[in-house]
Nanobody, 122 residues
Framework: QVQLVDSGGGLVQAGRSLRLACVASGFTFSVHNMGWFRQAPGKEREFVGRINWSGSLKVYAESMQGRFTISRDNSKNTVYLQMNSLKPEDAAVYYC???????????????WGQGTKVTVSA
């Protein structure tokens, strides 16, 4: 069955970096677009960024632009989220998701990871 496993979260000081990973199985990863979303306590799920099937196209939310980088390795069925210059407001549970569509709308992502928690201390 389809499975997305998120990892790499943890506690980090503000200004430092983390790299999240999402390993996919059970579907043809290399033809799917991938997105990263996050949800902080008491807040709605928020779009972070997305990458197309080949890795040639990337889109980021404005607040993450320049700090976050999405990449993928189709040979490893893995998508990454490199987060630099982390801020306390970046603390959230981060989720990867797969979509056949090229979209920012979370409703178009049909498969989701379990999430990985990122905590940023001031």
């Amino acid at each position: 069955q389809v499975q997305l496993v998120d990892s790499g979260g943890g506690l980090v000081q503000a200004g430092r970096s983390l790299r999240l990973a999402c390993v996919a199985s059970g579907f043809t990863f290399s033809v799917h677009n991938m997105g990263w979303f996050r949800q902080a306590p008491g807040k709605e799920r928020e779009f972070v960024g997305r990458i197309n099937w080949s890795g040639s196209l990337k889109v980021y939310a404005e607040s993450m632009q320049g700090r976050f980088t999405i990449s993928r390795d189709n040979s490893k069925n893995t998508v990454y989220l490199q987060m630099n210059s982390l801020k306390p407001e970046d603390a959230a549970v981060y989720y990867c998701a797969a979509s056949a569509a090229w979209t920012t709308d979370s409703y178009d992502y049909i498969d989701w990871g379990q999430g990985t928690k990122v905590t940023v201390s001031a």
